[in-house]
C-alpha cells in the first residue's frame, strides 16, 4: 500500500523487492515438505505473514506400482510357527472323510476267489510336521501317527460268500519332500516336489482268503492311504506357506472412514537359504477417486532412491516398509478425498479417537474469541470443514517418531450452523502442520499414531464476522488440530502385517532401516 515497505523476510532472509513490488528470492529445498515462510511490515508496524508449501523430490507417476515397497524376512522360528498351524490340519476327520470317499479301498480277485474292501471308520494320533529352510525352498517332513481304519471285507471264495471286520494300522505314516516356492508375474506358486510316503509297520491281514488275493488287497490299500496322506499334505502346506509370502494371497481391501480402500503387495521374489527365506514385493494403494472433489495434476507420489536393507537372522521376523509405499498410500488417501473432513456432532459420535470432552458448539468459539459473544448463540453447533491441497509426504527417521509426517496446504473452515438456520462461515485459516508419527503393532496390524506435540503454521485467511486476536486464533488450532491429527493416523493405520497371521510377535521394534534409512523396518520374535 502507500504506506510502503519497511521489511521483508522469506525464511528469515532479508528480502528487497523491486520498485514495482516484484522480487525473486532463492531458497534450498530439501527432499519432503518445504515450508516458506514470508512475513512483511510497513513502517507503521502493521504485519502481515503467510506461509507456502512445496513438495520438493522425485515423484513416481500414480500409474506406476512402488519397487521394493515391502521386503520381509522370515527365520527358522517363523517357518516352526508356520508348521504348527498346519500340522493341526493333518490327519483327523479331514483324512478319514478323503479316505472314506475312495470306497471301496480296493475290490479284485478271480473266477475262484474275489474281494471288495470297505472303510466304516478311521482314527489318526497327533499329526506333527517340520519345515526346515535350505537353498531353494523347505524341507518337509510330516508324520501322522497311530493309522487306524477299520474295515468291512466281503467276497466269495469257491462260491461261498464270505464278510469280516477287521483292522488296516501302521505306527507312523511319513511324508518327505520338498517344499519349492516360485513367484511369476507377481503370482505365488508352492509345489511339492520329490514326495514320498510310507506307512511304518503297516498290517493289513485277511483271514480265509487266498494270499494272492490278500497280498493284492493289501498292496492296493496301503498306495491308497499313502496317496490320500499326500493329498491332504499337499492341499493343506503350500496354502499355509503362502500366507506367509507378502502379497501372495491378493489385494487386501479395508473400510476406511466410510470409503473402500485397496492395498496390493504384488510379490517379485522369493529367495530361501538355510536360515529362512527373503521376500520382496512391490505395492500400490488404491480407492475410488472423491465424488464432486476435484485435485490439481500431480507428478506422483514421493519417491526416494534407497535400496531396501539387508535382514539379520537373530530375530524370528523381519518386514522393512518403504517410505515410498508410505507416500503412495498418503497420496491415494488424498486423491480418494480420505484427508477432506467435515466434523460435526456425528462425526465426533462415531470417531472412537476423538476426545468426549471436546463439544463442537458457539460457547467454545467464544472462549477462544470473545469478540463473537452476542453475534451468535452460544448453543448453536458448529462445523468444521478440513480440506488438503496437497497429499501428505512421510519420511524415516530415528526413534522415538520413526516418521516425519508433512500435511501442507490445508484449509480449515469453521461455521456456525444453527439447526434450520443458515450456516455462516466464522474463521478460515491455510495451515502447513508437521509432526512426529510413531508406529505400533496391536494384534497383527500396524496402527499409526501421533507422537508429541505437531509444528502448525497458520495463515489466516477469512474472518468475515469479526476480527479475531492472533494469539486466540493460534491457541484454537491447537486445541483443535491434535485430535484432528489422530483421525488422519487412522487412514494410515490397520493394515496386517504382510505374514502369516500365526505369527505373533512379541518383543517388537521399530526402526529407521536400509542404506539410505528410507525403510522402516519392524522386528520381532515368536
Request: negative net charge.
Given at each position: 500500500?502507500?504506506?510502503?515497505i519497511a521489511?521483508?523476510?522469506?525464511?528469515?532472509?532479508?528480502?528487497?523487492?523491486a520498485?514495482n513490488?516484484?522480487?525473486?528470492?532463492t531458497?534450498?529445498?530439501?527432499?519432503?515438505?518445504?515450508?516458506?515462510?514470508l512475513?512483511?511490515?510497513d513502517?507503521l508496524g502493521?504485519r502481515?505473514?503467510t506461509?507456502?508449501?512445496?513438495i520438493?523430490?522425485?515423484?513416481?507417476?500414480?500409474?506406476?506400482v512402488?519397487?521394493?515397497a515391502?521386503a520381509t524376512?522370515?527365520?527358522t522360528p517363523?517357518?516352526?510357527?508356520?508348521?504348527?498351524?498346519a500340522?493341526?490340519q493333518?490327519?483327523?476327520?479331514n483324512?478319514s472323510?478323503?479316505?472314506?470317499?475312495r470306497?471301496?479301498l480296493?475290490?479284485?480277485g478271480?473266477?475262484?476267489?474275489s474281494?471288495?474292501?470297505?472303510?466304516?471308520?478311521a482314527?489318526?494320533?497327533?499329526?506333527s510336521?517340520?519345515?526346515t529352510?535350505?537353498?531353494?525352498?523347505?524341507?518337509?517332513?510330516?508324520e501322522?501317527q497311530s493309522?487306524d481304519?477299520?474295515?468291512?471285507?466281503?467276497?466269495?471264495?469257491?462260491?461261498?460268500?464270505?464278510?469280516?471286520?477287521?483292522n488296516?494300522?501302521?505306527?507312523?505314516?511319513?511324508?518327505?519332500?520338498?517344499?519349492?516356492?516360485?513367484v511369476?508375474?507377481?503370482?505365488?506358486?508352492?509345489?511339492?516336489q520329490?514326495?514320498?510316503?510310507?506307512l511304518?509297520?503297516?498290517?493289513?491281514?485277511?483271514?480265509?482268503?487266498?494270499g494272492?488275493?490278500?497280498s493284492?488287497a493289501?498292496?492296493?490299500?496301503r498306495?491308497?492311504?499313502?496317496d490320500?496322506v499326500?493329498?491332504?499334505v499337499?492341499?493343506?502346506?503350500?496354502?499355509?506357506?503362502?500366507?506367509?509370502i507378502?502379497?501372495?494371497?491378493?489385494?487386501?481391501?479395508q473400510?476406511?472412514?466410510g470409503k473402500?480402500?485397496?492395498?496390493?503387495?504384488?510379490?517379485?521374489?522369493?529367495?530361501?537359504?538355510?536360515?529362512?527365506?527373503?521376500?520382496?514385493?512391490?505395492?500400490d494403494?488404491?480407492?475410488?477417486?472423491a465424488?464432486?472433489?476435484?485435485l490439481?495434476?500431480?507428478p506422483?507420489?514421493?519417491?526416494?532412491?534407497?535400496a531396501?536393507p539387508?535382514?539379520?537372522?537373530?530375530?524370528?521376523?523381519?518386514?522393512?516398509?518403504?517410505?515410498?509405499?508410505?507416500n503412495?498410500?498418503?497420496h491415494?488417501?488424498?486423491?480418494g478425498?480420505?484427508?477432506?473432513?467435515?466434523?460435526?456432532?456425528?462425526?465426533?459420535?462415531?470417531?472412537?479417537?476423538m476426545p468426549?470432552?471436546?463439544s463442537?458448539?458457539?460457547?467454545?468459539?467464544?472462549?477462544f474469541f470473545?469478540?463473537?459473544r452476542?453475534?451468535?448463540?452460544?448453543?448453536?453447533?458448529?462445523e468444521?470443514?478440513?480440506g488438503?491441497?496437497?497429499?501428505?509426504v512421510?519420511?524415516?527417521?530415528?526413534?522415538?517418531?520413526?516418521?516425519d509426517?508433512?500435511l501442507?496446504?490445508?484449509?480449515?473452515?469453521?461455521?456456525?450452523?444453527?439447526?434450520?438456520g443458515?450456516r455462516q462461515?466464522?474463521?478460515?485459516?491455510?495451515?502447513?502442520?508437521?509432526?512426529?508419527v510413531?508406529p505400533?503393532?496391536?494384534?497383527?496390524?500396524i496402527?499409526?499414531?501421533?507422537a508429541?506435540?505437531p509444528?502448525?503454521?497458520t495463515?489466516?485467511?477469512?474472518?468475515?464476522?469479526a476480527?479475531?486476536?492472533?494469539?486466540?486464533?493460534?491457541?484454537?488450532?491447537d486445541?483443535i488440530?491434535?485430535?484432528v491429527?489422530q483421525?488422519?493416523?487412522r487412514?494410515?493405520?490397520?493394515?496386517?502385517?504382510?505374514?502369516?497371521?500365526a505369527?505373533?510377535?512379541?518383543?517388537?521394534?521399530?526402526?529407521?532401516d536400509?542404506?539410505?534409512?528410507?525403510?522402516?523396518t519392524?522386528?520381532?520374535?515368536?
Amino acid at each position: 500500500d502507500q504506506s510502503g515497505i519497511a521489511y521483508f523476510v522469506i525464511n528469515g532472509d532479508p528480502v528487497v523487492p523491486a520498485a514495482n513490488g516484484t522480487f525473486r528470492h532463492t531458497l534450498a529445498a530439501v527432499h519432503g515438505l518445504n515450508v516458506i515462510e514470508l512475513e512483511a511490515a510497513d513502517p507503521l508496524g502493521q504485519r502481515t505473514q503467510t506461509a507456502l508449501s512445496v513438495i520438493s523430490g522425485d515423484f513416481l507417476p500414480e500409474a506406476s506400482v512402488v519397487k521394493d515397497a515391502v521386503a520381509t524376512r522370515l527365520n527358522t522360528p517363523a517357518f516352526d510357527a508356520i508348521e504348527r498351524v498346519a500340522a493341526l490340519q493333518l490327519g483327523g476327520t479331514n483324512l478319514s472323510a478323503l479316505i472314506m470317499a475312495r470306497n471301496p479301498l480296493y475290490t479284485g480277485g478271480s473266477g475262484l476267489a474275489s474281494a471288495t474292501v470297505e472303510a466304516t471308520a478311521a482314527s489318526f494320533g497327533a499329526p506333527s510336521l517340520d519345515l526346515t529352510p535350505q537353498v531353494g525352498g523347505l524341507d518337509v517332513r510330516a508324520e501322522i501317527q497311530s493309522v487306524d481304519l477299520t474295515v468291512r471285507v466281503f467276497g466269495r471264495v469257491l462260491g461261498i460268500g464270505y464278510s469280516l471286520t477287521t483292522n488296516v494300522t501302521a505306527d507312523v505314516a511319513r511324508l518327505e519332500g520338498t517344499a519349492v516356492v516360485n513367484v511369476a508375474n507377481g503370482q505365488v506358486t508352492t509345489d511339492l516336489q520329490n514326495v514320498n510316503v510310507d506307512l511304518d509297520n503297516f498290517r493289513f491281514d485277511i483271514s480265509g482268503v487266498p494270499g494272492f488275493l490278500e497280498s493284492l488287497a493289501r498292496n492296493a490299500v496301503r498306495g491308497l492311504i499313502e496317496d490320500q496322506v499326500e493329498q491332504q499334505v499337499r492341499a493343506i502346506l503350500p496354502v499355509e506357506i503362502n500366507k506367509a509370502i507378502a502379497g501372495a494371497n491378493g489385494p487386501i481391501t479395508q473400510n476406511v472412514l466410510g470409503k473402500p480402500v485397496t492395498l496390493h503387495m504384488i510379490p517379485v521374489a522369493v529367495v530361501f537359504d538355510a536360515d529362512g527365506a527373503t521376500v520382496v514385493a512391490d505395492g500400490d494403494m488404491t480407492m475410488p477417486p472423491a465424488a464432486g472433489v476435484i485435485l490439481p495434476t500431480t507428478p506422483g507420489s514421493l519417491s526416494t532412491p534407497g535400496a531396501a536393507p539387508t535382514h539379520g537372522t537373530t530375530k524370528a521376523f523381519y518386514a522393512s516398509i518403504n517410505d515410498d509405499f508410505l507416500n503412495r498410500i498418503g497420496h491415494a488417501a488424498w486423491r480418494g478425498g480420505l484427508m477432506n473432513l467435515k466434523i460435526d456432532d456425528a462425526f465426533l459420535r462415531a470417531q472412537p479417537s476423538m476426545p468426549s470432552w471436546l463439544s463442537l458448539d458457539a460457547y467454545m468459539l467464544q472462549i477462544f474469541f470473545p469478540s463473537l459473544r452476542g453475534q451468535v448463540n452460544p448453543l448453536d453447533p458448529i462445523e468444521i470443514e478440513i480440506g488438503t491441497l496437497a497429499p501428505p509426504v512421510f519420511q524415516a527417521k530415528p526413534a522415538p517418531g520413526l516418521l516425519d509426517a508433512g500435511l501442507g496446504e490445508l484449509t480449515f473452515s469453521v461455521y456456525v450452523a444453527p439447526v434450520g438456520g443458515v450456516r455462516q462461515l466464522v474463521l478460515q485459516t491455510s495451515i502447513q502442520i508437521q509432526v512426529d508419527v510413531a508406529p505400533a503393532l496391536n494384534a497383527g496390524k500396524i496402527q499409526m499414531r501421533i507422537a508429541g506435540q505437531p509444528l502448525i503454521r497458520t495463515d489466516v485467511t477469512q474472518m468475515p464476522m469479526a476480527r479475531f486476536d492472533p494469539l486466540g486464533v493460534e491457541n484454537f488450532i491447537d486445541f483443535i488440530i491434535p485430535p484432528v491429527l489422530q483421525v488422519f493416523a487412522r487412514v494410515w493405520s490397520g493394515y496386517p502385517l504382510p505374514t502369516h497371521p500365526a505369527l505373533n510377535l512379541t518383543g517388537v521394534d521399530f526402526l529407521q532401516d536400509g542404506p539410505g534409512l528410507d525403510f522402516l523396518t519392524v522386528q520381532g520374535d515368536l
